[in-house]
């Protein structure tokens, strides 16, 4: 079947920044699982997966626009440093900072004594993406799965 809204599509992928090297890739782990057609991933990929099979494999440029979104100005926010535990932050850094809305992926800006200025934009806002994808399969979503808007079973939510 073709992918279409409601299907639950199981894909590999990597994903570079255009002309460079791979920032990150599935292919040595499970295929990620994801309910399409409800934002579950970001758009310029979802809009370049319609009508596609099960074992075609395609690349597609994203533009910042329809992945992660223009880098925004006065994301910054000072933390305590307390919050990054016992590791060693240089400027430049990524961490995954636990928050209130759970994990986030911050950029460190400047290290002081007892706090941290980070940058909130996601790490990969601003930049034209490449994506590498191979899908592994496609089948119809569950009046379970629809319901909840995610998927369940292999590569999906086990509860
Ligand atoms: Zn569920």
């Known amino acids: 079947m073709k992918i ?3 299907s639950v599509v199981r894909f590999h992928y990597t994903v570079s920044e255009v ?3 791979a920032l990150e890739s599935s292919n040595d782990r499970e295929p990620l699982a994801i309910l399409y057609g409800h934002g579950n991933i970001i758009p310029g990929l979802e809009t370049a997966m319609l ?4 074992g075609e494999s395609f690349g597609v440029d994203v533009a910042a ?3 992660y979104g223009e880098k925004r100005d006065g994301l910054s926010q000072r933390v305590p440093k307390k919050h990054f535990g016992a590791q060693k932050l240089e400027p ?3 961490v995954v900072l636990q928050t209130n809305f759970g994990p986030r992926a911050v950029t460190i800006e400047k290290v002081g004594m007892s706090v941290v200025d980070v940058d909130l934009n996601h790490p990969m806002a601003g ?3 490449h994506f590498d994808v191979e899908i592994v399969d ?3 979503a569950s009046a379970e799965e629809l319901e909840h808007g995610h998927v369940h079973g292999d590569g999906g939510h086990h509860h």
């Open 4 to 6: 279409a809204k409601d």
């Open 19 to 21: 002309g460079q090297e």
């Open 51 to 54: 009508d596609r099979e099960a």
């Open 65 to 67: 626009a329809d992945a």
């Open 92 to 94: 430049g850094m990524q």
């Open 127 to 129: 930049k034209d993406l």
């Open 138 to 140: 496609v089948r119809e």
